[in-house]
T-cell receptor, first 109, second 114 residues
Framework: GQQVMQIPQYQHVQEGEDFTTYCNSS?????IQWYKQRPGGHPVFLIQ?????EVKKQKRLTFQFGEAKKNSSLHITATQTTDVGTYFC?????????FGAGTILRVKS | NAGVTQTPKFQVLKTGQSMTLQCAQD?????MSWYRQDPGMGLRLIHY???????DQGEVPNGYNVSRSTTEDFPLRLLSAAPSQTSVYFC?????????????FGEGSRLTVL
């Protein structure tokens, strides 16, 4: 089963609303990575967080890594139709990169 | 720069048939891996390799074999296809390092087993 849990599974928002997806692990992660997959496409790397409590921003996207390095979040401010897709978190356990099940984001214009 | 190249993009098999999904990368990445993607289950790791001659199992290895004879290539073999192996398969590669590298994905191979 999935060792990295991600919620919600699905979210449908009105354009301009904010969106957040959460990632939780039962064990400490050495790092957390976030990927975006557009419909019909392949996952594309967004960012990597390594330090406890780390916060990084990319334009309207804010990424956080928890103090205990067991959880992370991705927040999108004022969603746009271009944000549509599935967002995955992934964490390393040794050499294995384990993915969460992903959050599907749909944006109504 | 081609990145990660997967072939074929689409394949239909009958139960019991065998086939090989090819994956090649031209970025000199040490790490290569295969994932399968099924609705609602995200990306599940099948097998991975940290270098030529070294392979290891991921989360869902049963029914699949891999080998890594060169740095560039990492083929995935289905010895006797089953309908449960109907999925989209992604090959991905990265550098290995203290903080690990971003994973570069191929465009995917959609496999249907009848």
């Amino acid at each position: 089963g999935q060792q990295v849990m991600q919620i919600p599974q699905y979210q449908h928002v009105q354009e301009g609303e904010d969106f957040t997806t959460y990632c939780n692990s039962s064990t400490t992660l050495s790092n957390i990575q976030w990927y975006k997959q557009r419909p019909g496409g392949h996952p594309v790397f967004l960012i990597q967080l390594v330090k406890s409590g780390e916060v990084k921003k990319q334009k309207r996207l804010t990424f956080q890594f928890g103090e205990a390095k067991k959880n992370s979040s991705l927040h999108i401010t004022a969603t746009q139709t271009t944000d549509v897709g599935t967002y995955f978190c992934a964490g390393h356990r040794g050499n294995k990169l384990v993915f969460g099940a992903g959050t599907i984001l749909r944006v109504k214009s | 720069n081609a990145g990660v190249t997967q072939t074929p993009k689409f394949q239909v098999l009958k139960t019991g048939q065998s086939m090989t999904l090819q994956c090649a990368q031209d970025m000199n990445h040490e790490y290569m891996s295969w994932y399968r993607q099924d609705p609602g289950m995200g990306l599940r790791l099948i097998h991975y390799s940290v270098g030529a001659g070294i392979t290891d199992q991921g989360e869902v290895p049963n029914g699949y074999n891999v080998s890594r004879s060169t740095t560039e290539d990492f083929p995935l073999r289905l010895l006797s296809a089953a309908p449960s192996q109907t999925s989209v398969y992604f090959c991905a590669s990265s550098y290995l390092g203290r903080t690990r590298g971003e994973l570069f994905f191929g465009e995917g191979s959609r496999l249907t087993v009848l």
